[in-house]
Nanobody, 128 residues
Framework: QVQLVESGGGAVQPGGSLRLSCAAS????????IGWFRQAPGKDRDGVSC??????????YYRESVKGRFTISRDNAENRVFLEMDSLKPEDTAVYYC???????????????????WGQGTLVNVTS
């Protein structure tokens, strides 16, 4: 069974950092593209970042508002994908989800957000 489980959220002051983790089971993390999404209260879910599979090389995707502050990475030994978030802002507050789909090796399909496999989410609260 293909599953994703997020962890690493919490409360942090503006300017602080968090590292989110997305643990995969039932598949290897470089088999498919994997994306991070977020949903703030009362807002739509947005694609934040994505990393492609091992079979398709392209640069990771980042939404404009997080470029230079967030970094996505993959650890095949741990079978995890990470989202390192630095210089956090109050507007980064949201529930963060990782997601994938066996149909997608690259990020174009992932970022569209119509995906089969989602984690349960982890809350990031940036507040002073």
């Amino acid at each position: 069974q293909v599953q994703l489980v997020e962890s690493g959220g919490g409360a942090v002051q503006p300017g602080g950092s968090l590292r989110l983790s997305c643990a995969a089971s039932g598949f290897t993390v470089d088999d498919y593209a994997i994306g991070w999404f977020r949903q703030a209260p009362g807002k739509d879910r947005d694609g934040v970042s994505c990393i492609g599979s091992k079979s398709v090389y392209h640069s990771p995707y980042y939404r404009e508002s997080v470029k230079g502050r967030f970094t996505i990475s993959r650890d095949n030994a741990e079978n995890r994908v990470f989202l390192e978030m630095d210089s956090l802002k109050p507007e980064d507050t949201a529930v963060y989800y990782c997601a994938t789909d066996v149909l997608y090796n690259d990020c174009a399909g992932i970022i569209a957000g119509v995906l089969d496999v989602w984690g349960q989410g982890t809350l990031v609260n940036v507040t002073s």
